[in-house]
Nanobody, 122 residues
């Protein structure tokens, strides 16, 4: 599986962005998907995850109520709608496919895409 993230950019605090992650292959609909983020010099952190059907979603406390993860299995794409952005949301955002293990709040995924930079100005 190859993952291509896009949609990052520079926005003011309080603004919105929508990240997209397009996946190759015909097995996309069988994969759980996730977004994580990383600030240089810090550990990567879990942001959100979604089940293969899209029926279940999971969020880090820091983004709950502001971010929404969704997917379109017909388009092999997962999205991260980010509203109410804060300067502390500034990071490189990564998408991932195929969760390994039982926890949804994990960074243990089989496939990772390249990151997309999100910068929030105050």
């Amino acid at each position: 599986v190859q993952l291509q993230a896009s949609g990052g950019g520079l926005v003011q605090a309080g603004g919105s962005l929508r990240l997209s992650c397009a996946a190759s292959g015909r097995t996309f609909r069988s994969y759980s998907m996730a977004w994580s983020r990383q600030v240089p010099g810090q550990e990567r952190e879990f942001v959100a995850a979604i089940s293969p059907s899209g029926g279940s979603t999971y969020y880090a406390d820091s983004v709950k109520g502001r971010f929404t993860i969704s997917r379109d299995n017909a388009k092999n794409t997962v999205y991260l709608q980010m509203n109410g952005l804060k300067p502390e949301d500034t990071a490189v955002y990564y998408c991932a496919a195929q969760r390994i293990g039982s926890s949804w709040y994990t960074l243990n995924y089989g496939y990772w895409g390249q990151g997309t930079q999100v910068t929030i100005s105050s």
